[in-house]
């Protein structure tokens, strides 16, 4: 069997350079609602910060913790203390994944691996792959810092950190001081741009790296970093003037920041995140410029934007002993989470910031000689984690077209189960649901959160003879949270959602009047809750839209049902008609996305695709970076799966491919040889087998979807493999 070479992992990818998308136009293409949601969090952990008491420099709660006697010895004879400062902080990044449920993290200032000699015990990332379940991975990358020995920033560096850094400090800590990215998946490849900063003494800042990884199966590459700001009070020590002008700060500074422009704009979708250290956003306008960040506007009702990231204690008055009498808490931002995409939802978890009270009034053995300052229970850093969901596809997604995955394949974890009627309209669009007023499709419980920010979509036909009839719902206890129908009375289409779960009908409703019985058409609702907004589109054109506000918002907790609603208690208005492709997602589409969704193709996605019979471990899916992954044949076949809005149009995939090592194009789109070898009705998998390809040659390929008009899509991202030596 030909291998196969997985398709783009990045949907809806552009031609046109990363520097072409902005934050106002968001997701030009309006491709977003095909790729998968990375729900991501940056923080610094302050894992390897000084002082082992709060009114020390760079306190940090849990540096160290609680010692205890290993019953082992040094080689001078004293003995050896474990401590659980870095558990306790890994325990807060687990706390964080399970109530936030993210799939990925990423850590500044954490230890990695073990120092050579090092028996005090395990790293930070030993002790958080320890703790995370399984399907977890870590990547991670070292940093140095000033006045580390010639001989130590040399040297090679061992297990998790493969950048070459400086050790961690302190008994309680060992291994690299680094950067890492802990993901729920399979990390394919990693990349590590160093920043090359001058590290010395009068600096006393460290050189960085940007940390880059590709897991299978996603369209977004993950970055993070960590930037030194060299402004004169983070570069001078106390009483002495700075060792280099603020000009000078600033070119480094912008240098790192043009190494972290240059990585991620390799990247058609990225999500980077990291503490930028400056609160000016001047100095990061270039990643503003090329993406969104998350926190910029409230996401629900009571979020507030832009919060602070990073807390102070300032104008401290201490005691003989060096313990806090009074000090002022100060804040600021700092870290930072963008995305190439848009966000569904973003927030500071202000909760995990070290807000305890250090005074001696309130823990007298708090100061330089007892230094038995006890953290609060959620205090892990003097940093806060920064969480973000980005736009991804749909969390139901039901083709209803007769085929095996009808009510199962296509995306998210909601399976369909259908009472009453019997078999499947297979010649009608490209294969529907029939309908016969007393039959429904649903779902085992809630699929959107009615309280929150959806979109519900379907292709829909109602019978001439039909009355009433609701293409999906949601129930409540009694009448259902949210509501798509087609309301005979008027001949309308409406998307209504009850503002009580109570008997009666007190609903807000958008309505669009000049509904047509008998014709396939593509019926949109969306909530907006930070807007406090219901949207109706109609074949992929709003045609209402109505105030639904905070007081009105409640969470329907019942199944999510295709074919009737529920009013008053009871089962109500089932459909007549035919229904397809019904979708839900857990955000609200804007205008150019949902009018993409109707009308245009989307981009080819092989995110679920190998390359099988690879050699070598960097096989799956599609990379970025030339040399990743390895045919195992020289006519390999190239694999993707293509949509089309219409479920009745026949679509196929063309393919480019060409060879990196002597600039020569095999195939071009557009021409016959560029055509997948298969059609597929709506949507599925088509593959293409290349002619014999070169030996030990770096090849790049890229696809596109394709129809019998001329309304191609964009192309995908470019991947790249290598073939076998000869």
Same mark, same amino acid.
């Given at each position: ?31 977003? +609602? ?73 850590? &500044? ?146 240098? &790192? ?16 995140? $990291? ?111 920064? +969480? ?23 995306? $998210? ?31 085992? $419980? ?106 009105? &918002? ?25 229904? &397809? ?146």
């Amino acid at each position: 069997m030909a291998p196969v070479l997985g398709a783009a992992l990045l949907i809806g990818a552009q031609a046109t350079p990363a520097a072409a998308v902005t934050t106002t136009a968001g997701d030009a293409a309006g491709t977003a +609602y095909t790729r998968d949601s990375v729900r991501a969090a940056t923080w610094n952990m302050c894992g390897e910060a000084g002082g082992g008491w709060a009114s020390a420099p760079g306190y940090c709660p849990w540096r160290n913790g609680n010692a205890t006697d290993t019953g082992l010895d040094k080689p001078d004879g004293k003995p050896i203390y474990s401590y659980d400062g870095p558990r306790t902080k890994m325990k807060g990044v687990l706390n964080l994944i399970n109530k936030r449920n993210l799939n990925a993290v990423m850590l &500044q200032e954490v230890c990695g691996g073990k120092t050579p000699g090092d028996l005090y015990g395990t790293s930070h990332l030993d002790e958080l792959d320890a703790l995370l379940p399984d399907g977890w991975n870590i990547a991670s990358a070292g940093v140095t810092r000033p006045d580390e020995p010639a001989e130590e920033q040399e040297r090679s560096t061992v297990e998790l950190i493969d950048q070459e850094g400086s050790d961690c400090r302190g008994d309680a800590l060992t291994g690299t001081l680094g950067v890492a990215i802990a993901v729920k998946g399979e990390i394919t490849w990693k990349s590590e741009a160093d920043f090359h900063t001058p590290v010395n003494a009068g600096l006393s800042m460290s050189s960085g790296t940007v940390l880059c990884v590709e897991v299978a199966g996603w369209e977004n590459h993950l970055c993070t970093t960590h930037i030194s700001n060299f402004d004169e009070d983070a570069r001078s020590k106390p009483g002495e003037p700075a060792d280099i002008t603020q000009d000078q700060a600033d070119a480094y500074y912008k240098g &790192q920041m043009d190494k972290v422009v240059d990585v991620v704009k390799k990247f058609p979708s990225v999500v980077v995140g $990291g503490d930028f250290n400056t609160t000016r956003a001047d100095r990061i306008q270039p990643l503003y410029s090329l993406m969104a960040e998350c926190d910029q506007r409230s996401y629900f009702s009571g979020d507030t934007a832009n919060e602070v990231t990073k807390l102070n204690r300032t104008s401290a008055q201490l005691d003989a002993n060096a313990g806090y009498l009074s000090y002022e808490e100060t804040s600021s931002k700092i870290d930072y989470l963008f995305a190439t995409g848009d966000f569904t939802g973003c927030d500071s978890a202000i909760e995990y910031g070290d807000r305890t009270s250090y005074l001696v009034a309130d823990q007298p053995g708090c100061q330089n000689i007892a230094k038995t300052c006890v953290p609060g229970p959620e205090a892990y850093s003097d940093h806060t984690p920064v +969480y973000g969901y980005t736009q991804g596809g749909p969390v139901l997604s039901w083709k209803l077209d007769g085929s095996a995955d009808a009510t199962v394949g296509g995306a $998210g974890a909601y399976g369909g189960v259908r009472t009453g009627g019997t078999g499947w309209d297979l010649a009608d669009h490209g294969g529907a649901l029939p309908l016969d007023g007393d039959d429904t499709v649903t779902a085992a $419980g809630p699929v959107v959160n009615t309280a929150q920010s959806f979109t519900v979509s379907a292709w829909a036909k109602v019978d001439p003879a039909a009355g009433t009839s609701a293409v999906v719902a949601q129930d409540g206890s009694n009448i259902s949270g949210m509501i798509l129908w087609y309301n005979a009375p008027d001949n309308s289409w409406r998307f209504g959602m009850p503002k009580t779960d109570a008997d009666g009908w007190s609903i807000d409703q958008a309505i669009s009047p000049g509904a047509v019985k008998g014709e396939w058409t593509r019926v949109t609702g969306v909530f907006d809750a930070a807007a406090g907004k219901i949207r109706l589109y109609v074949n992929g054109v709003k045609k209402a839209e109505v105030a639904h506000l905070d007081a009105d &918002q409640w969470q329907a907790k019942g199944p999510f049902v295709v074919g009737r609603d529920l009013v008053n208690g009871s089962q109500n208005a089932f459909f007549k008609g035919r229904i &397809q492709r019904v979708e839900a997602y857990g955000y609200a589409l804007r205008d150019d996305q949902i009018a993409n969704h109707a009308g245009t193709l989307a981009a080819p996605t092989g995110k679920n695709s190998q390359l099988t019979g690879a050699v070598g471990t960097r096989s799956q899916g599609c990379h970025q970076a030339q040399g990743m992954g390895t045919a195992a044949s020289l006519t390999p076949t190239l694999t993707a799966t293509v949509r089309h809005p219409d479920p009745s149009k026949d679509v196929w995939a063309e393919f480019s491919l060409w060879d990196n090592t002597t600039s020569t194009q095999i195939l071009t789109l557009g021409t016959p040889g560029s055509r997948s070898a298969t059609t597929v009705k709506g949507q599925g998998t088509v593959s293409l087998t290349v002619p014999a390809l070169a030996p030990g040659h770096s090849y790049g390929w890229r696809v596109r979807t394709a129809d019998q008009t001329t309304n191609n899509t964009s192309v995908s991202a470019n991947c790249h493999f290598v073939t076998p030596a000869a």
